[in-house]
C-alpha cells in the first residue's frame, strides 16, 4: 500500500507567495502540519523546473511530507519526488503510469463525473475535484461542482478525495464533512500573513469536518 496523507495539501505557485521565497513557504507549511505538497511551476524551461523541484522535493522529505510534480511526468524521477498530479489536459493515466512506475503516486483532477469513474478505473491512486468554488487561481474552470457536487462526487469513489478550489479554513468543515478526505488550497498557505497559524486552521478546520460525519 502507498502511503499518503490528502488532509491538508499544498499546491505551490511561485507567483503568489506575498513576495516570499516558495522555499521558505513549503518550509514553514511542511514544519507547521500539511500533509502533501504538489509543486506546480508552469513558467520556467525543465532544467529550472528541475533545480527547483529537488530543492522542494529535499524540504518536504526532510519533514517527512510526501510531494508530488504537477504535469511534468518526465522529470519526477529526476527531482526524487513520490510521484505526479495531472489533469484532464495533460497525458492519459495510462501513459503517466507508465512513465512513472507502479510505485509512484498518481493523483488526477477531474471536472466532470464520468471523468472520476475513469481515473478511477484506470488506476489513480488519489482523485481531485477541479473547482468545488470559484477561484481566482484557476481560470479555466468550466462550472464548479458545490457541496451537493461534492456528495455525489465521493459517493462511489473508493480511493481518497481531494476538494480543491476556492477553499480556505472557514469552508474546509462543510466540504470535508461532504465527504472529502482533504482539501487542497493554494492562497489560503501561501498568501497567509502566519504560515504556521494558517496550517494550523485548516489541520483544525478538516478535523471539525470528519467529526460531523
Known amino acids: 500500500m502507498k502511503s499518503f496523507d490528502v488532509s491538508v495539501y499544498l499546491v505551490t505557485d511561485n507567483s503568489l507567495t506575498a513576495g516570499r521565497d516558495i522555499f521558505d513557504i513549503v518550509e514553514l507549511a511542511c514544519a507547521a502540519g500539511v500533509t502533501l505538497v504538489q509543486y506546480r511551476d508552469k513558467a520556467n524551461d525543465r532544467a529550472e523546473f528541475v533545480a527547483r523541484a529537488k530543492r522542494v522535493v529535499e524540504i518536504c522529505h526532510r519533514h517527512g511530507v510526501v510531494c508530488l510534480i504537477n504535469d511534468r511526468a518526465d522529470t519526477v524521477q529526476e527531482c526524487g519526488a513520490d510521484g505526479l498530479h495531472i489533469g484532464q489536459d495533460d497525458m492519459p493515466m495510462t501513459e503517466a503510469r507508465r512513465l ?63 476538494a480543491i478550489g476556492g477553499i480556505n479554513a472557514d469552508n474546509t468543515p462543510e466540504v470535508i464533512a461532504a465527504g472529502v478526505d482533504g482539501v487542497a488550497v493554494v492562497t489560503a498557505i501561501t498568501m497567509a500573513t502566519d504560515i504556521p497559524a494558517a496550517v494550523q486552521a485548516l489541520r483544525d478546520a478538516v478535523a471539525w469536518g470528519k467529526a460531523q460525519r
Request: negative net charge.
Open 100 to 162: 512513472v512506475g507502479n510505485d509512484a503516486i498518481i493523483g488526477v483532477s477531474i471536472a466532470a463525473w464520468d471523468q472520476a469513474q475513469r481515473a478511477q478505473e484506470d488506476g489513480a491512486d488519489y482523485i481531485a475535484t477541479s473547482g468545488v468554488f470559484h477561484t481566482d487561481t484557476k481560470k479555466d474552470l468550466a462550472g464548479v461542482f458545490g457541496l451537493e457536487g461534492v456528495r455525489r462526487f465521493t459517493k462511489d469513489i473508493t480511493v481518497p478525495t481531494v
